[in-house]
C-alpha cells in the first residue's frame, strides 16, 4: 500500500514546493478564527494585523492604478516626433493562438491589429488548434480578409497529441512562433531576433492603435542589453462586452484590472495575458515551454532564470481591452467564471514551484521576491485574505473596551475596503469615458448592485482559489492543463467600439 502511495505521488508530482503553501494559508484562517476571543493581547493584534496589511494592499492599488490612468490618459495624446531612423526598420511578430473562438472574435482582434499605426510593420500568425471546429473555411475566410493587410500573415494549426506536451496557449504559441521564423527564412526574409519584438496575445483582444508603435519606441530607445532582457505590458481592461455580463464577472473584471494596472505591472510582479519582449529572450528561452500551462507567468519566471535574474517588466501606459469569462445563460457563465479561476490559481501556485527550483540561477533575494509576491497575492490576497478578515470582523473588535486610537485604527481599516471597491468603478468609468472601448455606460442602479454584490464575489473567489490550490496538492500535474475559456457570448465584431462616440480614437 505505502508503495502503491508513492507511485501515485510520483506519477502525478505530487510533493513540489507549493505544498508549504498550504500550512501557512490554514493558519491564517484558524488564528483569524481565534480572533474571535476578544481581549485576548494576541488575538485582536493578529486581527487588526490582517485589516491593517489588507487596507495598506488595497490603498497602494488605489494610488498606483490612478496614477496609471492619468499617464495611460497622457500617452494616448501624445504623438512621438522624434522618431529613431531604424523604427522602419523593426518588426513585430504577433502570435494569435485560437482554438475554438467564434470567427467573429478573432475578426475584432485582427481588425485591431490593423487599425495600428505601424501596422505594415506586423507579421502576424493565427495559430488554431488541429481540433478547431469549421477550420478550413476560418482559414480560408482569414486568408482572404487579411492576405495583403501586414507585412506578413499566415496560419499554421498546431498539431494535437505532441510528445511531451499538454494543451494550452504555451504549446501553440511555441509552435506559432517556430512556424513564422521557419517561414520568414524560407521566403528569403528571415527575421533579425534582436532586431524582432514578439508580442503572444489573447484572441479576443482589442489592442490601442498605437500600441506597437509606442512599443518598437521603447524598444528601440532601450540599449542593446536592456531590450533582451525586458517584458512589456500595456494596462489590461477586460471591458469587451463587459456591460452585458452578469454581476460576478463584471465585479472580478474591474477588480482585475485595478490589481494589473495598480499592482503588478507597476510593482513589476509578471505579465498577464498579453505582453511583448523580444524574440532573442524567447530563443534564449528555448521558446515557451509546451509542459505548463501558464505562459505569461511561466516565460517571465523563465526569462529570470535565463538572465539570473536581470530581467524588467517595463510598462507601456496604453490599454489592452480583453474579454471576461461568459456564458450563455446564468449557471454557464457561473461555471466558466469558476474555471477560469481555478486555472488562473493552479497556474500560479504551479509556477511557485517553478521559481522554487530555479533558486540556484535566480539567487537568494530574486527567488524570495517572487516567491513572495505569489504567496501574497495568490496564496494570501486571493484565497484566504478576504475570508479571513470577514472572519476577525472588526465588529468584534470595535464592541470592545479599547482605548480611542485603537479605534480610530478599527474604523479606518474596516471603511478601506468598500473605498477601494467604489475606486475599481471609478477606474472604469474613467476608462469608458476616456477611450473608446467595446463597452457601453451602466447605469447607477446596476453599478449600485454590482457593487454591494462585490464582497459575496470576492468571497467566492477566494474559496474556489483555496479549494484549487488544494486541487493541485492531491491530484499534482495532471490537473494543470489549459482549459480555455468559452468565448462564444462575446459580441459580434461589427459592435466594438461602435457604441457610442469616443472623447477620444481608441
Known amino acids: 500500500m505505502f508503495s502503491g502511495i508513492l507511485k501515485y505521488c510520483k506519477d502525478r508530482q505530487i510533493f513540489r514546493f507549493y505544498i508549504i503553501i498550504i500550512p501557512i494559508l490554514w493558519a491564517i ?36 492604478s490612478g496614477v496609471f490612468m492619468g499617464r495611460m490618459i497622457a500617452e494616448d495624446k501624445r504623438v512621438i516626433r522624434d522618431k529613431l531612423p531604424a523604427s522602419e526598420h523593426l518588426k513585430h511578430l504577433v502570435l494569435l493562438p485560437c482554438y475554438n473562438e467564434p470567427l467573429s472574435v478573432v475578426v475584432a482582434t485582427l481588425d485591431s491589429l490593423v487599425g495600428q499605426t505601424v501596422g505594415k510593420q506586423l507579421v502576424v500568425v493565427v495559430s488554431f488548434e488541429e481540433s478547431s471546429p469549421d477550420l478550413p473555411e476560418s482559414k480560408r475566410l ?40 521557419e517561414r520568414a527564412k524560407a521566403v528569403g526574409n528571415a ?73 503588478n505591472i507597476p510593482l513589476q510582479v509578471h505579465p498577464m495575458s498579453v505582453s511583448s519582449t523580444s524574440v532573442k529572450l524567447c530563443q534564449d528561452n528555448g521558446y515557451f515551454d ?10 517571465f519566471a523563465k526569462s529570470m532564470a535565463t538572465r539570473r535574474g536581470k530581467v524588467k517588466l517595463a510598462t507601456i501606459h496604453l490599454p489592452l481591452v480583453c474579454g ?47 516567491l513572495l509576491t505569489i504567496l501574497l497575492l495568490y496564496g494570501l490576497f486571493q484565497s484566504v485574505l478576504f475570508a479571513s478578515t470577514l472572519i476577525a470582523s472588526p ?22 475596503p468598500w473605498l477601494f471597491i467604489a475606486w475599481c ?19 447607477l442602479g446596476r453599478n449600485l448592485f454590482h457593487y454591494i454584490s462585490a464582497p459575496f464575489v470576492i468571497l ?9 490550490l488544494h486541487i493541485l496538492a492531491v491530484k499534482g500535474k495532471t490537473v494543470c492543463t489549459h482549459d480555455i475559456s468559452a468565448k462564444n457570448n462575446l459580441p459580434p465584431a461589427e459592435s466594438i467600439g461602435s457604441q457610442r462616440e469616443p472623447q477620444r480614437q481608441f
Open 29 to 64: 484562517l484558524f488564528l483569524s478564527f481565534y480572533s474571535w476571543r476578544i481581549g485576548i493581547d494576541f488575538a485582536d493584534a493578529f486581527a487588526l494585523l490582517l485589516w491593517s496589511g489588507q487596507a495598506i494592499i488595497m490603498a497602494l492599488m488605489m494610488v498606483l
Open 142 to 181: 482569414l486568408e482572404q480578409k487579411y492576405a495583403d493587410t501586414f507585412h506578413d500573415f499566415h496560419i499554421t494549426v498546431h498539431p494535437a497529441g505532441l510528445a511531451g506536451e499538454i494543451r494550452g496557449k504555451c504549446s501553440n504559441v511555441r509552435w506559432a512562433i517556430k512556424a513564422a521564423l
Open 191 to 263: 527575421l533579425d531576433p534582436a532586431m524582432t519584438t514578439l508580442t503572444s496575445m489573447d484572441s479576443d483582444t482589442i489592442v490601442h492603435r498605437r500600441y506597437f508603435e509606442v512599443l518598437g519606441d521603447k524598444f528601440l530607445r532601450s540599449d542593446e542589453t536592456q531590450r533582451l532582457s525586458t517584458i512589456w505590458q500595456g494596462g489590461l481592461f477586460y471591458n469587451y462586452g463587459l456591460e452585458g455580463a452578469w454581476f460576478f464577472t463584471r465585479v472580478t473584471a474591474l477588480l482585475r484590472t485595478v490589481w494589473m494596472i495598480g499592482f
Open 290 to 299: 509546451p509542459t505548463y500551462q501558464m505562459d505569461d507567468m511561466h516565460f
Open 324 to 370: 471576461p469569462t461568459s456564458g450563455k445563460d446564468f449557471a454557464d457563465e457561473l461555471g466558466e467564471w469558476a474555471l477560469q479561476a481555478k486555472r488562473w490559481s493552479i497556474g500560479a501556485f504551479e509556477i511557485f514551484h517553478y521559481i522554487a527550483s530555479q533558486a540556484p540561477k535566480l539567487g537568494v533575494i530574486v527567488t524570495s521576491r517572487l
Open 395 to 416: 465588529i468584534w473588535h470595535n464592541v470592545h473596551d479599547h482605548g480611542m486610537a485603537e479605534h480610530v485604527a478599527w474604523d479606518v481599516v474596516a471603511v478601506v
Open 425 to 443: 468603478f471609478v477606474i472604469d468609468a474613467v476608462f469608458v469615458r476616456n477611450f473608446a472601448v467595446p463597452d457601453r455606460k451602466v447605469g
Open 460 to 468: 467566492a473567489y477566494n474559496v474556489v482559489s483555496f479549494t484549487a
